[in-house]
């Protein structure tokens, strides 16, 4: 059944639409059906003029009121692509939100305006070091006038998160989009200073909690600075608690990793621009700060370690992380993951068997893969999991391949 309301993206070009895709598709599925929307994701332009082409598709945001498909819902809650949802706590995002007006964050008081301006110092001055284009803006008026517009307004809409409605809200979007151009990189926000304007001068804002919208790059420079220049913790006494160095050589990718799951879980919405190879680190199944203390996020980072060694060739030292994170996994009840780590494995097996890399020994590489995904099959059917049944299709693979071996 169709709903009154749906969440929009745009993922165009097969980069960001993997992207989308592999990290977030799954998780706005979740919020979707939870808070009764459609989910529809934009991946060919709605403008293929040339003007169009010369600058971010960034800017197509404005034009998605004006599809015809738009015209059939009542609300459209357009996020950008590079956003996770925490479903387990995120509300209905609409609710609150007058339907005459476009429900946003304000980009000038997340978290709060205090510590906004703490922030930026700090990204100034980390910014000036690398040699990194930026503006320095201390204020909203800053924002505005910098592009060219009148400095009437103290907030700013952050773009990457709008309620909106088709009805009230076309025309001012459609203006933002034909009326204005692209001054140049990225650290002009495309479409987000003309657009902020304009829908601040129709005064149809209503601000919402800023964890709709928590962008987590300015949260780790205010928080978790030394994750930015892969540094050693005691680089920064910031961090509060301080996270302790027992971990061995892994510890820097399990504080990334706790970090990032930290400000997921004191978030709704975590928006990852200008950090996008941060979103795959996060534990999605994380729901307290509990969840950020036990053995669970040290066992996914092992996965993650044996995933990489997978990807570069190194199989023996994938095997054995595999194993290390199986081993935790086991230990600490986590019937799930330990059914992924077990697919990896023989998905691993049975490639090093018709590749001839693993372990070189003949020792019936096959037959270990098959074993591995038998038994992560009897978990997913356990829990009647859906990838149980692609666990199948790789069983019926493998059987394929030993007996043409």
């Known amino acids: 059944m169709k709903q009154s309301k749906a969440i929009v993206t745009l993922a165009i070009g097969e980069k ?27 991946d060919k332009p709605l403008d293929t003029s040339e003007r169009a082409q010369a600058r971010s598709a960034s800017w197509q945001k404005c034009l998605i009121l ?12 357009w996020i950008d692509s590079d956003i996770l949802i925490n479903t387990s706590s995120a509300p209905c995002i609409v609710e609150g939100v007058p339907i005459e007006k476009v429900g ?37 008026k800053d924002y505005y006038t910098n592009y060219g517009l009148p400095s009437h307004f103290e907030k700013i809409v952050q773009a990457g998160v709008m309620v909106l409605s088709p009805h009230y809200h076309r025309e001012i979007c ?21 657009l902020s304007y304009e829908l601040l001068k129709a005064d149809c804002v209503h601000w919402i909690d800023h964890r709709f919208n928590l962008c987590l790059y300015p949260y ?35 504080q990334k990793k706790i970090c990032a799951t930290t400000a997921f879980i004191n978030s709704f919405f975590l928006h990852f621009a200008g950090c996008g190879e941060m979103i795959h ?19 996914g980072v092992l996965h993650d370690m044996a995933c990489t060694y997978a990807e570069q060739g190194q199989m023996e030292e994938a095997i054995a992380f595999f194993h290390k994170s199986l081993e935790l996994k086991e230990r600490i009840g986590d019937v799930l993951g330990k059914a992924t780590t077990l697919t990896m494995l023989g998905q691993l097996f049975a490639s090093g068997a018709i590749l ?29 999991s859906p990838d149980a049944e692609m666990v199948e299709e790789m069983i019926a693979n493998v059987q394929q391949m030993a007996a043409g071996n």
């Open 220 to 254: 780790m420079m205010l928080h978790y600075p030394f994750l930015l220049d892969n540094l050693p913790p005691d680089y920064s006494l910031l961090a509060e608690p301080k996270i302790p160095l027992d971990l061995g050589v892994l510890s820097h990718h399990i």
């Open 104 to 140: 946003a964050v304000d980009y000038w008081s997340s978290p709060t305006p205090e510590l906004l301006a703490q922030t930026l110092e700090r990204e100034y001055d980390y910014w000036e070091s690398l040699g990194i284009p930026f503006i320095k803006e201390y204020t909203a």
């Open 66 to 77: 004006s599809q015809e498909f738009s015209q059939q819902y009542e609300r459209i809650v």
């Open 174 to 194: 459609e203006k933002a989009y034909f009326d204005y151009e692209e001054k140049g990189g990225p650290e002009w926000h495309y479409e987000m200073r003309p």
């Open 16 to 42: 960001y639409l993997q992207f989308w895709q592999r990290f977030a598709q799954e998780n706005w599925q979740n919020y979707a059906d939870k808070h009764g929307y459609d989910l529809i994701c934009i």
């Open 281 to 299: 680190i996060v534990d999605l199944s994380a729901t307290s700060w509990r969840d950020c203390r036990d053995a669970k996020i040290r066992a």
């Open 356 to 384: 001839g890399q693993v372990l070189a020994d003949d020792r019936g590489e096959f037959a270990t893969a098959l074993d591995y995904l038998q038994q992560s099959l009897q978990i997913l059917q356990q829990f009647k």
